[in-house]
C-alpha cells in the first residue's frame, strides 16, 4: 500500500470514528432527562399509608413514578414503572409529605427513549386516633407536630364549656375524637350518647406568665377517656420535664407549680395529678363509670359569634337536635348580669354536682341528701339544709374534708366571693 493510500485510509477510519463519537453522544442525549413543562392534571386519593394517583394520558408507552420524602434528590428515590395513567403507593408513612415525579415514556425509535418529568408534592393524612391505651401520649395520636404545642388531630376537635370545672387554676385544653363516620347523638340536655371508640382528652398546664404567652406552658397531665364496648376506660398521662411527651401513668404525683398571673402576681401550687381510682371517684355514676363535661347544655356557648353546638351540627358531628334553642344552657357562673342563686347554681353544677347528685360518690340513692344539680329546685337541693357544711367545707384545703373532694389543693378564691355572701344570706 502506498502511502497516499494509507493517509487516505486513514483519515476515512478518523472520520468514522468520530461520526459513531458523535452519534452515541445523540443517543445518550436523547435518554437524559429533561424537565417536562407541560402541567399533567392529577387527582390524588390519600390515606395514611397509601396515595392513589391518577393523570391523562399524554400518549405515553408507560410511565415512570419516582418518589420519595419531599426533598429527595431526584434519582434517589424509589421508581415503579406502569402502562397505566394511575398507580397506588402503599407503605407510606403517616403525616408525611412526598415529592413524586410522573415521566412519560415516548419511543421514537428502537433503543431510543425520550423522557420528560414534572414533580409534585402530597402529604399523607395523620393516622387515626388510637382507640386503646398507649404507653406514650404521642402514640396516642391525639394530636400533630409538635407535641407540646397541642395541635388537635385532624380526627378530633376541641371544645369550650360555659363554666368550666375549677382545678387550682390549671388551664386546660379539651378535645374529642369520633370514630370516622359518626357522630354524637343528643338525648336532651345532658351527655350526648358517644359511640364506641370515642376518645375524649383533656390537657390541664399554667402558662409560664399569663402576660406574656411567648414564654410559653408548663405542661402537667392529659387526661384520656376512651369508650370501649359500652364502657368509659380511664389513662392519665403525665408530662416529662422536656415537655416532649407524656407517658401513661395509675399511681398519681404531687408536682410543684409556680405561675404569674395576668396581674404580675407569683402563685406556688402543689398541683395533684389523680391516680386511676381518683378518677373513677368523680367519673361515675351509680358505680358505672362515666364522662362529666361535655354534656350539651355545657357546651352551649357562642364561639366566634357562632353557637358551637350549632357547628357541630353543622359539620355532622351532633346529631339527633335540629334547633338548638331547645337545649337548656348552663349560665356562665361568671355573667354579672345573672342572679347570684343562677351563678352559684351552674358553678356548684359543674363543680360538684358530679358527686353531690343520684347515682353519685356523695349522695348515690340518698334523697335527703345534697343535690346539687342545676335543675333541682332548691328545695330538693337541700342547699339550705347543708349551707353550713358546704361554707365550713369550701373554704379549707383540709385534705379529706374540704370540697371538692378531689382535683382541687387551694380554694377559688373568686368563686368564694361569690358563694359565701350567697350561703350566708340565706339565714
Request: net charge negative; proline share 4%.
Amino acid at each position: 500500500m502506498n502511502l497516499n493510500v494509507a493517509t487516505q485510509m486513514k483519515k476515512i477510519t478518523v472520520l468514522l470514528a468520530l461520526i459513531l463519537i458523535v452519534s452515541c453522544q445523540k443517543d445518550e442525549q436523547a435518554l437524559e432527562p429533561v424537565n417536562h413543562t407541560a402541567e399533567i392534571p392529577l387527582d390524588q386519593t390519600i390515606t395514611d399509608t397509601t396515595a392513589f394517583l391518577e393523570w391523562d394520558d399524554v400518549n405515553a408507552t408507560s410511565y415512570i413514578v419516582e418518589y420519595g420524602i419531599s426533598g429527595f434528590e431526584y434519582g434517589t428515590g424509589t421508581s415503579v414503572r406502569t402502562i397505566e395513567t394511575s398507580i397506588e403507593l402503599t407503605g407510606l408513612l403517616p403525616d408525611t409529605t412526598y415529592d413524586f415525579y410522573v415521566e412519560p415514556v415516548f419511543r421514537e425509535a428502537q433503543n431510543n427513549i425520550l423522557r420528560s418529568r414534572t414533580i409534585r408534592r402530597f402529604t399523607t393524612m395523620m393516622a387515626p386516633v388510637a382507640t386503646i391505651f398507649r404507653p406514650n401520649l404521642s402514640q396516642m395520636r391525639l394530636f400533630r407536630g409538635t407535641l407540646s404545642n397541642l395541635t388537635p388531630s385532624p380526627y378530633a376537635f376541641e371544645y369550650n364549656l360555659n363554666t368550666p370545672l375549677y382545678t387550682d387554676y390549671a388551664l386546660k385544653q379539651r378535645l374529642i375524637a369520633l370514630p370516622l363516620g359518626t357522630s354524637m347523638t343528643a338525648n336532651g340536655d345532658g351527655l350526648p350518647d358517644f359511640p364506641d371508640n370515642t376518645v375524649i382528652a383533656k390537657t390541664f398546664y399554667y402558662n409560664v406568665d399569663d402576660r406574656n404567652l411567648t414564654l410559653g406552658k408548663n405542661l402537667i397531665e392529659t387526661r384520656v377517656m376512651i369508650k370501649m364496648n359500652g364502657n368509659w376506660e380511664f389513662g392519665n398521662y403525665i408530662w416529662n420535664e422536656d415537655q416532649t411527651d407524656a407517658v401513661l401513668d395509675t399511681t398519681g404525683a404531687t408536682t410543684p407549680i409556680t405561675w404569674i398571673d395576668i396581674e404580675g402576681t407569683s402563685h406556688n401550687v402543689n398541683y395533684e395529678i389523680p391516680t386511676a381510682e381518683d378518677c373513677f371517684t368523680c367519673h361515675q355514676s351509680y358505680n358505672v363509670s362515666t364522662v362529666i363535661g361535655p354534656k350539651l347544655r355545657s357546651m352551649s356557648i357562642d364561639i366566634n359569634g357562632v353557637n358551637q353546638l350549632q357547628n357541630m351540627i353543622n359539620k355532622g358531628i351532633l346529631t339527633n337536635v335540629a334547633d338548638v334553642s331547645s337545649i337548656r344552657a348552663l349560665p356562665n357562673w361568671e355573667d354579672t348580669s345573672l342572679t347570684d342563686e343562677t351563678r352559684v347554681r351552674a358553678y356548684l353544677d359543674m363543680n360538684c354536682a358530679h358527686c353531690h347528685s343520684f347515682g353519685g360518690f356523695h349522695t348515690f340513692n340518698y334523697y335527703d341528701a345534697l343535690n346539687l344539680t342545676y335543675e333541682t329546685s332548691f328545695d330538693d337541693s337541700h342547699i339550705y339544709n347543708m349551707r353550713h357544711s358546704i361554707l365550713s367545707r369550701i373554704q379549707t384545703s383540709i385534705e379529706d374534708y374540704s370540697m371538692p373532694y378531689i382535683g382541687v389543693t387551694s380554694p377559688h378564691q373568686e368563686a368564694l366571693d361569690l358563694i359565701v355572701p350567697y350561703l350566708e344570706s340565706l339565714e
